[in-house]
């Protein structure tokens, strides 16, 4: 390659003056042979080793393709949002070495936030197996090795025709043969507005304006499960055949509570006030509250024999430890429903329409939907939470790339006493689900039937950095777990 520098950058155009300076600093680095731009419109100004790429899309197979054709380079870095500003560390020769002494096809850092009034460390987090979901973060900027791209495609097939999912196809093929590592040092900057909100965000998934991205996502991440032998067929799965011994009530609402004082009363009434052609009780497992929840629990538990209370011997439980408690106690009915201490159900026959998709469709669990509101019970965004991403015929499979079933859940009570639950307090209902959709149908309710509230303090507020890496690599985890299983299961067939 004679003095060809290794890196050939590929990046959006904006419009202003800080896409032009940053643009001017990245060339000025020894390792950049040549910036591709990708963009539609006109620029009045092509700066010297730079070339455009007018297919359209930045993540599409033509756009990729494109790519490949022009880059001559060992590497390339993508930078789809923003450029960065690389530090004075040697950013990217640091990167190359760890791609070379790593054997790594794909190679991301840290990094900090420039909000204009000081930096904020941003660690990411490390690749796993179960590191799918499209949404992963690799921040700003990813460096990949050119020819383990050829070898992937070549290996795999190219890029499905997409508009949107190329670069994720292209990830999960690299994953395969090759490592994807994590550079756990910031070594660039993003200038950032920190007001962005990230709720919705978080929701992207279920919002219908995003489905035709979402089919896109979902199609190459079945087919990824095809290649790695964790694909499971619908005609695999079974119904639940419940058996004949007799449980003290038909239904049972758990309810596990630390201290949640101003709600729990609440919670426990719309459950109280449920409507059914059927028994049921309620099992509030009070998890040692010291506010003043035990009292208001204790003293409508004398009033009302369908309350059961319950309070743990252990102190060590999390809130899928409080449900493994309630499940397996002897008041526990045949089917267990969902209430947490901060919501309400939407109204009187939420547990019978939830009760009769149980039954009716022999499922071993049942998932409806909900509307996220505020203190006041008036909607805000996201508003209608539905999941209407899931299909019967792949919700199974497509359930490992996404972040949640949903709410309400209601579970066969004698699967969950084999399946157990994990004693997390976040994920724990997840890890149910991805078990019990290896093996069993699991039915959906797309009209809401719960209100989930939202204020500052509770645990969906707005979380740090370093509590959303936890959740993400706990829940990267148990995909991981979940698609070794899986591949067992089909190796076994």
């Known amino acids: 390659m004679g003095n060809m520098r290794p890196i050939t950058a590929v990046c959006t155009f904006r419009v202003g003056t800080l896409f032009l300076s940053a643009l001017r600093r990245l060339l000025a680095s020894d390792m950049i042979e040549e910036v591709l731009i990708v963009t539609r419109q006109q620029i009045p100004e092509v700066l010297p080793r730079c070339s455009i790429i007018d297919t359209g899309a930045?993540?599409?197979?033509?756009?990729?393709?494109k790519v490949l054709e022009k880059t001559k380079t060992e590497y390339l870095i993508f930078?789809?949002?923003?450029?960065?500003?690389?530090?004075?560390?040697?950013?990217?020769?640091?990167?190359?070495?760890?791609?070379?002494?790593?054997?790594?096809?794909?190679?991301?850092?840290?990094?900090?936030?420039?909000?204009?009034?000081?930096?904020?460390?941003?660690?990411?987090?490390?690749?796993?197996m179960g590191s799918v979901?499209?949404?992963?973060?690799?921040?700003?900027?990813?460096?990949?090795?050119?020819?383990?791209?050829?070898?992937?495609?070549?290996?795999?097939?190219?890029?499905?025709?997409?508009?949107?999912?190329?670069?994720?196809?292209?990830?999960l093929k690299l994953s395969i043969?090759?490592?994807?590592?994590?550079?756990?040092?910031g070594l660039y900057s993003i200038i950032t507005h920190r007001d962005q909100q990230n709720g919705e965000a978080h929701f992207a998934y279920v919002d219908p304006r995003n489905q035709p991205l979402q089919t896109e996502m979902e199609s190459i991440?079945?087919?990824?499960?095809?290649?790695?032998?964790?694909?499971?067929?619908?005609?695999?799965?079974?119904?639940?055949?419940?058996?004949?011994?007799?449980?003290?009530?038909?239904?049972?609402?758990?309810?596990?509570?630390?201290?949640?004082?101003?709600?729990?009363?609440?919670?426990?009434?719309?459950?109280?006030?449920?409507?059914?052609d059927f028994t049921f009780n309620v099992i509030v497992v009070d998890n040692?509250?010291?506010?003043?929840?035990?009292?208001?629990?204790?003293?409508?538990?004398?009033?009302?024999?369908?309350?059961?209370?319950?309070?743990?011997?252990?102190?060590?439980?999390?809130?899928?430890?409080?449900?493994?408690?309630?499940?397996?106690?002897?008041?526990?009915?045949?089917?267990?429903?969902q209430l947490d201490s901060d919501d309400l159900y939407e109204n009187h026959l939420v547990l019978e329409t939830i009760v009769d998709a149980m039954r009716d469709g022999s499922y071993a669990m049942v998932v409806g939907s909900?509307?996220?509101?505020?203190?006041?019970?008036?909607?805000?965004?996201?508003?209608?939470?539905?999941h209407r991403e899931w299909t019967d015929e792949n919700g199974h499979n497509n359930a490992l790339r996404v972040n949640g079933l949903g709410a309400p859940r209601a579970f066969s009570t004698t699967i969950m006493r084999q399946i157990g639950f994990l004693n997390v307090s976040y994920g724990e209902d997840y890890a149910a689900a991805l078990r019990i959709s290896r093996q069993y149908k699991i039915g959906r309710i797309y009209e809401s039937l719960y209100l989930c509230r939202r204020w500052p303090g509770n645990t969906d507020a707005g979380l740090s950095i370093e509590a959303s890496n936890n959740n993400n690599i706990f829940k990267d985890s148990l995909r991981s777990q979940e698609i070794i299983k899986r591949q067992e299961l089909g190796r076994n067939e």
């Open 58 to 65: 930045f993540a599409s197979r033509v756009t990729l393709r």
């Open 79 to 128: 930078m789809q949002d923003a450029i960065p500003v690389l530090s004075r560390s040697l950013t990217l020769e640091k990167m190359i070495d760890a791609a070379r002494s790593m054997n790594a096809a794909l190679v991301y850092s840290d990094y900090y936030e420039d909000t204009g009034s000081g930096k904020i460390f941003h660690p990411l987090i490390d690749y796993q």
């Open 133 to 171: 979901r499209d949404d992963f973060d690799f921040g700003y900027l990813a460096l990949l090795s050119v020819p383990d791209i050829r070898n992937a495609l070549d290996h795999f097939g190219e890029t499905p025709a997409c508009f949107h999912g190329a670069l994720y196809d292209l990830r």
């Open 177 to 185: 043969d090759h490592s994807i590592y994590r550079i756990p040092e």
């Open 221 to 276: 991440f079945t087919e990824h499960l095809k290649r790695i032998g964790a694909y499971i067929s619908p005609d695999k799965l079974e119904l639940m055949q419940e058996p004949a011994d007799p449980f003290p009530v038909k239904a049972s609402v758990i309810i596990p509570v630390k201290n949640r004082r101003h709600t729990v009363a609440d919670a426990i009434h719309s459950a109280l006030t449920q409507e059914a």
């Open 288 to 337: 040692h509250s010291t506010d003043g929840t035990t009292d208001i629990v204790a003293a409508l538990a004398e009033k009302n024999p369908a309350i059961c209370h319950i309070i743990p011997d252990r102190h060590d439980l999390g809130i899928g430890g409080c449900w493994d408690l309630g499940i397996n106690d002897r008041a526990c009915g045949r089917y267990a429903v």
């Open 370 to 386: 909900y509307t996220v509101v505020n203190e006041n019970l008036e909607q805000i965004p996201p508003g209608l939470i539905d």
